[in-house]
């Protein structure tokens, strides 16, 4: 199966830690990456992991992967309100040059 | 910074009518592809595109679509003859080593009526 599942809305106070979740069923996926939509914008290339990976850090973002589990998560540290946005999951699957997205999870950050 | 750009923002078209998505990829990027996002669902894939010809392409991609690069700049998308359901925003997004560091533009909102 394709299904790229994530929690729709999460909902944070600035400064705050965000974790976002995200299940995948494909354990042949080699990449898996997070992107982020603001309105009216594109999808930004926020971070990726390789599958041989469990945990890869890049300033304020946080990626772990339980590949027994097949869950990725994000965690954004001291998030601001100008992380506020969508954020997609998306993995790549061996031999297929394609992204199987998530349903994607609306982060409010408030004041 | 480089970017893929894309024209239009919006484009409202009529049920039955062609439209020609228009995307230019990054300069030195030599994959291409096209993603859709219905409105309230996920961003699917669509086509991907190497070396002048399509590698892979999802069951949504028909006969009604068709993708081109005219000349070195430019990569299209083209829905023959538009449906309802057609209506989505059209993601157009390029690489210089297969998916990895996919460079996505902002979209063109299609509307058929």
């Known amino acids: 199966g394709e299904d790229v599942e994530q929690s729709l809305f999460l909902s944070v106070r600035e400064g705050d830690s965000s974790v976002i979740n995200c299940t995948y069923t494909d354990s042949s996926s080699t990449y898996l990456y997070w992107y982020k939509q603001e309105p009216g914008a594109g999808l930004q290339l926020l971070t990726y992991i390789f599958s041989n990976m469990d945990m890869k850090q890049d300033q304020r973002l946080t990626v772990l992967l339980n590949k027994k589990d097949k869950h990725l998560s994000l965690r954004i540290a001291d998030t601001q309100t100008g992380d506020s946005a969508i954020y997609f999951c998306a993995e790549e699957r061996t031999g297929f040059q394609k992204l199987v997205f998530g349903t994607g999870t609306r982060l409010l950050v408030s004041p | 910074e480089p970017e893929v750009t894309q024209t239009p923002s919006h484009q409202v078209t009529q049920m039955g009518q062609e439209v020609i998505l228009r995307c230019v990829p990054i300069?030195?990027?030599?994959?291409f592809y096209w993603y859709r996002q219905i409105l309230g669902q996920k961003v699917e894939f669509l086509v991907s595109?190497?070396?002048?010809?399509?590698?892979?392409k999802s069951e949504i991609f028909d006969d009604q679509f068709s993708v081109e690069r005219p000349d070195g700049s430019n990569f299209t998308l083209k829905i023959r003859s538009t449906k309802l359901e057609d209506s989505a925003m059209y993601f157009c997004?390029?690489?210089?080593?297969?998916?990895?560091?996919?460079?996505f533009g902002s979209g063109t909102q299609l509307s058929v009526l």
């Open positions: 997004a390029s690489s210089d080593a297969q998916v990895l560091g996919l460079f």
């Open positions: 300069s030195n990027h030599l994959y």
């Open positions: 595109f190497y070396n002048n010809e399509i590698s892979e």
